[in-house]
């Protein structure tokens, strides 16, 4: 993944396929050009391939596996990040011209903070207009975010659009479990009561319960769970910790408790796992 310049835009690329790698997806919209990736969240599977894109809601913590990427035809993504603040401001603007439909009528009261459609002609077009930006760096700072509100313009007045409006409802159950997901975020490493994190967003713990669960496929202690042994992971990835130290750094108060975690989860004790991610590394080095 590089940084691009114009302002909240990535571009991915990737010539083989990838192991299984963890990672926490922040609010963003993820356009697949060419290639395929196999996202797991919670107990859900999600394939999104040519042509599709990804809208991820709010910060859910995913293994993610490219599938499809070669030297003659490599994995390449864009990925836009999303201000939910944005979002609200365009969808007040767009307040009359666009009454709910018949399927916003009928989405669930609460959905899943990561969804895939495919991309239609419009946004297919906006999105090459975009990226076409970077062979004229000087048009970025005035033409940029006009393309870029005609994206999540077309994404809002599209399939998902119904279920990403959800998501920026102050008062909506979808909405509350974005803070939810934010507390859990920043307090990760600290033991957290589900009452507690009821309160906070004044919800029933069994409201609160069930509308995380179809948010991001698990429950609330899950949901730390996973953020734990991500940073664990990473902590002994990028930094070199041993795991103890790594375990008890995410909050766990016994390294073998959080040793059989991390093997259920990656398939691997803490050691393997990072013996096997390093050498993947490397071989995709060379």
């Known amino acids: 993944m590089q940084d691009s310049p114009i302002p909240q835009v990535s571009l991915i690329r990737t010539d083989s396929p990838s192991s299984c790698t963890s990672s926490i997806y922040e609010p963003s919209l993820g356009f697949i050009i060419q290639g395929s990736k196999t996202i797991q969240l919670g107990d859900r599977e999600i394939v999104y391939d040519e042509l599709s894109y990804l809208a991820t809601c709010v910060s859910l913590p995913v293994l993610g596996q490219v599938m499809q990427a070669s030297d003659d035809k490599p994995y390449l993504a864009i990925k836009l990040a999303l201000n939910p603040q944005e979002i609200a401001d365009l969808l007040l603007q767009m307040h009359g011209q666009?009454?709910?439909?018949?399927?916003?009528?009928?989405?669930?009261?609460?959905?899943?903070?990561l969804?895939?459609?495919?991309?239609?002609?419009?946004?297919?077009?906006?999105i090459a207009r975009l990226v076409a930006l970077l062979d004229t760096p000087k048009d970025i700072a005035v033409i940029g975010p006009l393309i870029r509100r005609e994206i999540l313009y077309r994404v809002l007045m599209g399939e998902l659009g119904p279920r990403i409006r959800k998501f920026a409802l102050v008062d909506h159950q979808a909405s509350r479990v974005?803070?939810?997901?934010?507390?859990?975020?920043?307090?990760?490493?600290?033991?957290?009561?589900?009452?507690?994190?009821?309160?906070?967003?004044?919800?029933?713990?069994?409201?609160?319960?069930?509308?995380?669960?179809?948010?991001?496929?698990?429950?609330?202690?899950?949901?730390?769970?996973?953020?734990?042994?991500?940073?664990?992971?990473?902590?002994?990835?990028?930094?070199?910790?041993?795991?103890?130290?790594?375990?008890?750094?995410?909050?766990?108060?016994?390294?073998?408790?959080?040793?059989?975690?991390?093997?259920?989860?990656?398939?691997?004790?803490?050691?393997?796992?990072?013996?096997?991610?390093?050498?993947?590394?490397?071989?995709?080095?060379?």
């Open 178 to 286: 974005s803070k939810v997901i934010a507390l859990l975020k920043d307090r990760f490493s600290e033991p957290l009561r589900v009452r507690d994190l009821a309160d906070a967003v004044n919800m029933s713990e069994s409201a609160l319960f069930r509308s995380f669960k179809e948010v991001t496929r698990m429950s609330p202690v899950q949901f730390q769970k996973r953020l734990r042994l991500y940073e664990a992971r990473r902590l002994m990835m990028a930094e070199g910790l041993e795991a103890a130290t790594a375990s008890f750094r995410v909050g766990y108060e016994s390294p073998s408790h959080f040793s059989r975690e991390y093997s259920r989860l990656f398939g691997a004790s803490p050691r393997s796992d990072v013996v096997r991610q390093r050498g993947d590394n490397r071989e995709r080095a060379v």
């Open 98 to 113: 666009n009454e709910p439909s018949m399927e916003e009528e009928h989405c669930p009261l609460v959905t899943c903070g």
């Open 115 to 126: 969804q895939v459609a495919h991309m239609d002609h419009a946004l297919l077009d906006s």
